[in-house]
T-cell receptor, first 113, second 115 residues
């Protein structure tokens, strides 16, 4: 059974700081890994999708890496802004017939002006 | 703005009521999902529809009844719910199910309160 862990559970940083969020998963047989942000009481917004054959993806100030063999992914946020404050979740899509998506519990980020 | 639209945004219902949640997408996605999310928890998969056919039911109680009338619409019919069913219900869609992958797109959810 796939298990996804995100560390830290919460993070508070001053504006402008670069930061890294971590995601680890127990079963390396995955199709892809997707990072989302969720604002309070809202749905999930897709940030980046990394296919199992890829090492990283970039979008603006965001960079996500994937090391499938070690079961790890990181989300790097450069020059953080107060608008980045949200909960960040990673989700792993397993390979195989079922292809279930398993979510981590998320990291709650607060960027202080 | 999300490309997956969910209505209503908020719903309060009694345990004897019957209500429905609606989800709509016009991206041509052929896989649609219902998730349930409790406070400070990750989303939990409930149902998956592939090409308008139910392909996954995660052992969800029968008081939740999904329906996919066409490729753009997904409904979740609710009947005789319990207070513990109160949660944020999220709809998501994906371009297709198969070996070629695409990201999940989520709606903003329906906040359901069962009294």
């Amino acid at each position: 059974k796939q298990e996804v862990t995100q560390i830290p559970a919460a993070l508070s940083v001053p504006e402008g700081e670069n930061l890294v969020l971590n995601c680890s998963f127990t079963d390396s047989a995955i199709y892809n890994l997707q990072w989302f942000r969720q604002d309070p009481g809202k749905g999930l917004t897709s940030l980046l999708l990394i296919q199992s054959s890829q090492r990283e993806q970039t979008s603006g100030r965001l960079n996500a890496s994937l090391d499938k063999s070690s079961g790890r992914s990181t989300l790097y946020i450069a020059a953080s802004q107060p608008g980045d404050s949200a909960t960040y979740l990673c989700a792993v899509r397993n390979s195989g017939g079922y292809q279930k998506v398993t979510f981590g519990i998320g990291t709650k980020l607060q960027v202080i002006p | 703005d999300t490309e997956v639209t969910q209505t209503p945004k908020h719903l309060v219902m009694g345990m004897t009521n019957k209500k429905s949640l609606k989800c709509e997408q016009h991206m041509g996605h052929r896989a649609m999902y219902w998730y349930k999310q409790k406070a400070k928890k990750p989303p939990e998969l409930m149902f998956v529809y592939s090409y308008e056919k139910l392909s996954i039911n995660e052992s969800v109680p029968s008081r939740f009844s999904p329906e996919c009338p066409n490729s753009s619409l997904l409904n979740l019919h609710l009947h005789a719910l319990q207070p513990e069913d109160s949660a944020l219900y999220l709809c998501a869609s994906r371009q297709k199910i198969g070996t070629t992958d695409s990201p999940l797109h989520f709606g903003n959810g329906t906040r359901l309160t069962v009294t």
